[in-house]
Structure formats: structure tokens, C-alpha cells
């Protein structure tokens, strides 16, 4: 699929990943209870979900508690499209980018999990864009319902905190997932299949034999440097 300019700034920051990864874990939280959690300061915690929020990566939801003043926001990860302006503007790109280039590509059996599936094409199409907007260079096997990716650019976070990295991303793959209605859902990621690759396996729901995952599998220690 062409490559576009519209990386995520939210993904840059390693500090700002960890915040992300408190919003997946307790959603719902306020902007002092975030940043209390991520150990940094409140302006700090407060710039960073500007940006995540920017991107599409959380939502915020302004709380009626009953007192005079602005409501105070809380934050939650983006599971609707429609919740999010910059979500939705992803979701509808994406789509769009990916209706005009199957339709000017041969179909190969199995395509699209089990041929003619059109709301999981409408799901490969938008979680490959949000894989590639990650920085994580995804290669699409689509009969095997397979992503294989270069893994992600905290390789010095991987050795502190692995499973805050990937449980964030899995925990994104699976939210921009159910950002589209479609029957595709996340297996499991498999990190470091190689010194330099990752996988991220999906299923049809209909082959589902176990409930969901709520966490990405236990980490495996990422390979040393030479």
C-alpha cells in the first residue's frame, strides 16, 4: 500500500507511550491521577495527552461532578472511531486508500481472510496504516492473517519495561481493530520472531476458541546488540 507522511508524534516519546499505556490500563483516569501513576509532572502529563488525543490514540470525556467550573476531563483509549475526530479522519482515509488500490489489484485466493470479505479488507486496509503510521513497517501476509513488522523504535525501553511496550501496541492493534465493524480480531503479538522482526496474528471471530486477550503475551527478552 502507498506510504504517507502522517506518522505519530504520540509514539515518539517514551514517557508519552507510558502514559498512553496508563490510559489503556485504567481508563477513565483524570490528568492528576495520569500523571501521579507515570511519575511526571502535571504540565507535562497534561502536553502529552493533548497530543495523543491530537493523534487519535485517546479520547477524552468531560465528567459532570456537580460542582461550579470546567468539568474536569478523563481519558480513555479510542475503541469507536467517531469518538475521536482524528480517529475517524484515519479510519476514513485509510478505507478510502485501500478500496482504491484493491480495486486496481488482482484478488489472490484467500485475500481478505476467507475471500470477499469486504468489512475485514476494510480492517487489514486501516490497522496496516496505523502499523505503518507506528513506524513498525508492516509486511501483510493476508491468507495467513499475518503482519510481520520491524520492531518498534524503543529498544532502549524494551530492556527496562518490554511489557509496557508491547502491551501497548497490542492493546492499539486491537482497539484500531474494533474501530471498523468488521469480524477480525488480534490473536496475539509475538515479539522478536528474529533478531529484527515481530508478528501480529489476527483471527476471524468465528474461530475464536478461546475468550480474548486482555494483555499481550508475556515478554520475551529482546535480542542483545552486538
Not at 496504516?129 to 529498544?155: I, K, Q, T, W
Not at 492493534?173 to 515481530?198: H, W
Amino acid at each position: 500500500m502507498p506510504r504517507r507522511v502522517d506518522d505519530y508524534r504520540g509514539l515518539t516519546q517514551p514517557s508519552r507511550l507510558r502514559l498512553l499505556r496508563a490510559v489503556q490500563s485504567e481508563p477513565g483516569l483524570r490528568i492528576a491521577e495520569l500523571a501521579e501513576r507515570c511519575g511526571m509532572p502535571l504540565n507535562t502529563a497534561r502536553d502529552h495527552l493533548r497530543v495523543l488525543v491530537q493523534e487519535g490514540l485517546v479520547r477524552e470525556e468531560r465528567l459532570q461532578v456537580g460542582s461550579r467550573g470546567r468539568p474536569p476531563l478523563a481519558y480513555h483509549p479510542v475503541r469507536e472511531a467517531g469518538s475521536n475526530p482524528a480517529a475517524q479522519r484515519r479510519v476514513d482515509g485509510a478505507r478510502r486508500r485501500g478500496a482504491l488500490l484493491r480495486a486496481v489489484t488482482p484478488p489472490t485466493s484467500g485475500d481478505a481472510a476467507r475471500e470477499d470479505d469486504v468489512d475485514a479488507e476494510a480492517q487489514l486496509d486501516v490497522l496496516y496504516e496505523h502499523l505503518d503510521d507506528a513506524g513498525l513497517s508492516p509486511v501483510l501476509d493476508e491468507s495467513a492473517l499475518r503482519f510481520e513488522m520491524l520492531p518498534c523504535n524503543y529498544r532502549g525501553m524494551l530492556a527496562q519495561d518490554q511489557s509496557t511496550v508491547c502491551g501497548t501496541h497490542a492493546r492499539l492493534a486491537r482497539d484500531t481493530l474494533a474501530q471498523v465493524d468488521g469480524p477480525l480480531e488480534v490473536e496475539r503479538l509475538d515479539p522478536f520472531i528474529t533478531a529484527d522482526s515481530c508478528a501480529l496474528l489476527l483471527r476471524h471471530a468465528r474461530d475464536r476458541a478461546v475468550p480474548d486477550p486482555v494483555s499481550a503475551p508475556p515478554p520475551r527478552d529482546p535480542p542483545r546488540a552486538p
